[in-house]
């Protein structure tokens, strides 16, 4: 409960888990564990970076590269447990959504950042040279990249309308419409086009020689060497090609098996993405499932994890469609200490705004003597809304704007509503006298006045005597006695004299202030709501 652990990773192999943590209280850490997590074999320091973000694992177990909180792109060696940074995001807004892919062979590193013009570009980043290529074009808005696992191709979204869209601050881009194209890159120039025409021509068979039997043969057994990628930047832009689907508002695009790559495109009024299954090979694109708000594949390209309509999914990527989905229930539990919790949470609030506040000299504050006048409280929060008051009176401390405090864990509480009778009361002869009573709105059901219900016959002047059974007089509290009455079936003895009841009715109270608004904007004989 004292430790906050964020972005935990899959290695490829499944063996380990690997994951940030600020068990120091000082900077987050690279942990990596087995895969039940009880035994951590690391604790790598990840150098200036304060956190790291959207963590990839290289395919061959070696490095881990994260975006850090100054959107540097770094790598993390494993074996040598050094930290580089590879490249520097374009602006601050990208900490959080630029992905490093890492190719199959873990040789390259794509990704996709911005430019000064505010559209993005895709990059490769080579481990051998230690350099960045950029293989997309400045004017047009590319992200998302994908290897495909054939070693061949890299898909990418990009598109060239996006226009006003690319400013965030600008106003005049909510009404721009940009979408999406999807591209293939090959990647070798001697490979072929994998969109070039086919023959319907047979395709004639050859009888192999007796020597080229005994060569298969000699070659049957031996492991094919892998070669890894080959990338030829010269005339790259010539070898990107668009893919056979329509335009749209695309969101992402991921790889799956050998030459099949899936797309997410947002639908207008609907939730959740659309995903389609395209593949290389057949050049065709088919709906794969629909409702997706989250989708993640494995490093082998197999399965999918898929949130559905707000129910995990683990399927198949070979198959046609997610039909038969294995659905997934985590059942999820921890030892929960509040205190220590709230702790962790009070010290990284404040290494937050050491951190990532706009003004390095923290508006002339000393934070460390905030530091020493809060930590002191602590030890005495009881409950979430303390800890939210000192959240908000150490985060005054700056005088800015735009900084705001709220969310947390709280009790769940039954919520009793006051029921409200729509009538103004008076107090006479030791009993509450109906002074008004707030007529019904018939054409708005929302204004309903309880006492002006069908076939009650209850009258201005009367007095109550009492509600569900308990005697009211003028020393008691109304509104105690219609404490969770709202909605609810309510007993009202009234009587035209003070002495006693002389009708009793059934009636459904309601928290009815709209009534009296509606009064108080000249809304005529209806309205009200008042006291009881």
Request: net charge neutral; glycine share 10%.
């Amino acid at each position: 409960s004292g430790v906050a652990d964020r972005r935990p990773l899959w290695s490829p192999k499944g063996d380990k888990i690997a994951w940030f943590s600020d068990e120091n209280r000082k900077n987050y850490q690279l942990f990596i564990s087995n895969q039940d997590g009880t035994e951590i074999f690391d604790k790598i320091n990840i150098g200036e970076s304060k956190l790291g973000w959207d963590p990839s694992w290289s395919p061959d177990g070696n490095h881990i590269a994260f975006v850090d909180d100054d959107v540097r792109l770094r790598i993390v060696d494993l074996k040598t447990k050094k930290v580089k940074t590879i490249d520097i995001g374009g602006v601050n807004l990208e900490r959080g959504s630029i992905e490093m892919r890492w190719s199959p062979d873990s040789k390259w590193i794509a990704y996709a950042k911005s430019g000064d013009n505010m559209l993005r570009q895709i990059y490769l980043w080579s481990t051998d040279s230690g350099k960045s290529t950029a293989i997309t074009d400045s004017f047009a808005d590319s992200f998302s990249p994908a290897w495909d696992l054939n070693k061949k191709q890299l898909y990418f979204l990009a598109s060239t309308n996006i226009a006003l869209g690319s400013g965030w601050a600008n106003t005049s881009a909510m009404t721009a419409d940009e979408t999406y194209a999807a591209y293939v890159v090959n990647l070798d120039s001697e490979d072929k086009s994998p969109f070039k025409p086919k023959s319907d021509e047979e395709e004639i068979e050859e009888e192999d020689s007796t020597d080229d039997k005994d060569d298969k043969k000699g070659d049957k057994g031996k492991k094919k060497e892998d070669k890894g990628l080959k990338i030829d930047f010269n005339n790259i832009g010539r070898r990107t090609l668009a893919l056979p689907v329509p335009v749209r508002n695309y969101a992402y695009i991921l790889a799956g098996p050998e030459n099949t790559s899936f797309l997410a495109e947002r639908i207008p009024n609907s939730r959740g993405l659309k995903l389609h299954k395209f593949d290389l090979k057949k050049q065709e694109s088919k709906e794969f499932t629909s409702g997706a708000s989250s989708a993640f594949i494995t490093a082998n390209g197999k399965h999918m994890l898929v949130r559905l309509n707000g129910s995990w999914k683990l399927v198949k990527t070979s198959g046609a469609n997610a039909k038969g989905a294995k659905s997934i229930k985590p059942n999820l539990q921890m030892k929960l200490d509040r205190t220590a919790e709230w702790e962790q949470m009070f010290e990284e609030a404040w290494r937050y705004e050491r951190d990532y506040f706009y003004d390095p000299n923290i508006h002339g504050r000393n934070w460390n003597t905030v530091y020493k006048r809060y930590a002191p409280l602590i030890p005495f929060v009881k409950h979430r809304a303390d800890l939210t008051y000192i959240f908000d009176q150490m985060n005054g401390e700056l005088s800015v704007g735009h900084s705001f405090v709220g969310g947390g864990d709280y009790p769940d509480l039954e919520r009793n509503q006051v029921g409200l009778l729509g009538t103004d009361l008076n107090i006479e002869n030791g009993r509450y006298r109906i002074k008004r009573i707030y007529t019904t709105e018939n054409w708005n059901p929302g204004l309903e006045g309880p006492l002006d219900a069908p076939g009650l016959n209850i009258k201005e002047g009367y007095y109550i005597v009492g509600i569900n059974n308990k005697e009211l007089k003028a020393d008691d509290n109304i509104f105690e006695f219609l404490d969770g009455t709202s909605g609810k079936q309510t007993v009202l003895p009234v009587s035209y004299t003070h002495l006693r009841a002389h009708e009793t009715y059934l009636l459904i109270s309601y928290a009815v202030f709209c009534l009296k608004k509606r009064e108080w904007g000249g809304g005529g004989g209806g309205g009200g709501g008042g006291g009881g």
